[in-house]
């Protein structure tokens, strides 16, 4: 902040010049980049488990999650997705709109693509081809607030981890990335799934799931390292006959 005020009133005021670049000079402080929560594989199924199975929102809020699991589009492309964005017969998919005006196609599972038909062809008005894919509980378009209050509210019903933490639509987008990389998709198509525009912010997720497998093996280590009892002899030890044979030699 200090550096763009100074860089401004260098602009501005001349007799100040000197200062501001003095200030420009100094090394910007880097600060830890917050941690990546994601959710467990585990967790996103007791999470849906836990969903209303009636009501007449409840096919709405299991096909956005659904969604949101599904592609891990950001929040803004979910709240401005239109109906003309899907693709729901043969090969189901959505085009989404992302950042700096650029388009991606993701594919759909046939899950998501029959919860997504099912709860268009509920609504009380046939939906236009204009017409926007997720509707709050008022039938007016989703807004980001009432997405991120619908996603908190179902996190909520679950203990995530080692305590209860606030699930965001940017978890369900974290953790989409960590599974795909965990099923062995390469980290160019994760890339363009989640329209990443540089490769650095994927690559984030691939330390991550090595970092995991580092812990898994160090747990394992532990566990083999702590085995109770002393350690067993080897074999050839205990047999009488191999061990003459073997002071013969």
């Known amino acids: 902040m200090l550096h763009t ?6 602009g501005q005021e001349p007799i100040v010049l000197p200062e ?5 000079a100094i090394p910007r402080k880097r600060a830890q980049p917050a941690a990546t929560y994601y959710l467990e594989r585990d967790e996103v199924e007791r999470l849906f488990d836990k969903l209303p199975r009636s009501g007449k929102l409840a096919i709405r809020d299991k096909a956005l999650l659904m969604f949101l699991y599904n592609t891990g589009a950001r929040a803004t492309e979910v709240t401005g997705l239109i109906v003309d964005q899907l693709v729901l017969t043969s090969s189901p998919r959505v085009n989404l ?3 700096g005006d650029k388009w991606r196609t993701c594919p759909l599972w046939p899950e998501t693509a029959r919860l997504l038909g099912e709860m268009l062809r509920n609504r009380r008005h046939p939906a ?3 017409s926007p894919v997720f509707l709050s509980n008022v039938g007016k378009p989703l ?16 203990r995530i981890g080692n305590g209860q933490r606030s699930i965001s639509p940017h978890v369900w987008r974290h953790t989409t990335a960590v599974h795909l ?6 980290v ?7 329209g990443h525009v540089s490769l650095d912010t994927t690559n984030r997720y691939a330390e991550i ?6 812990e898994a093996l160090e747990a394992c280590q532990g566990l083999a390292s702590s085995s109770v009892g002393p350690p067993r002899k080897p074999v050839w030890q205990s047999e009488p006959k191999l061990l003459e044979w073997l002071a013969d030699l």
């Open 5 to 10: 005020f100074f860089a401004n009133a260098g």
């Open 20 to 24: 501001a670049e003095r200030v420009a």
């Open 97 to 99: 709109h992302g950042k």
């Open 128 to 130: 236009a081809t204009e």
């Open 143 to 158: 807004t980001r607030f009432g997405l991120y209050k619908l996603v908190r509210r179902h996190g909520s019903n679950i």
């Open 181 to 186: 990389l965990e099923s062995g998709v390469d």
């Open 188 to 194: 160019n198509v994760i890339r363009g799934w989640l």
């Open 209 to 214: 799931s090595i970092r995991m497998k580092q």
